[in-house]
């Protein structure tokens, strides 16, 4: 069983995908920042992944009502959102040039 698999949290957090495909890389970023949230497993171009994605891609994240999809992306809105909250920081403050080098690679091992 996946972490925090098919149940609820009470979050308002929740990540469609399978941790056998992209979705793992953001499994880990919450497990590590140690947040609540919901999984839903979901395999590509499920009838689930497609309710939210139009291509049927996932990772898919909701948080409230606002929805994102790209594993690269995620992580950064996570690690930015939960700053300062106690929390280890896992992305680097916006506008450093360590935030710089992490965007250049996660762009590079995204691609």
Known sequence: MEPNS???????LVLIGSGRFRPFRNIWMLEELGVPYTHIPASPRSSTAGQYNALGQVP????????????????TY????????????????????????YEQW??????
Request: net charge neutral; proline share 2%; aromatic share 6%.
């Open 6 to 12: 098919q149940h609820s949290s009470g979050s308002g």
């Open 60 to 75: 898919i994240l909701k948080d409230g009502d606002f929805v994102m999809t790209e594993s690269g992306g995620i992580n």
């Open 78 to 101: 996570l690690g930015d959102k939960f700053r300062k909250t106690g929390r280890t920081e896992l992305i680097p403050a916006a506008g450093t040039m360590e935030r710089g080098q």
């Open 106 to 111: 996660v762009s590079f091992i995204l691609m």
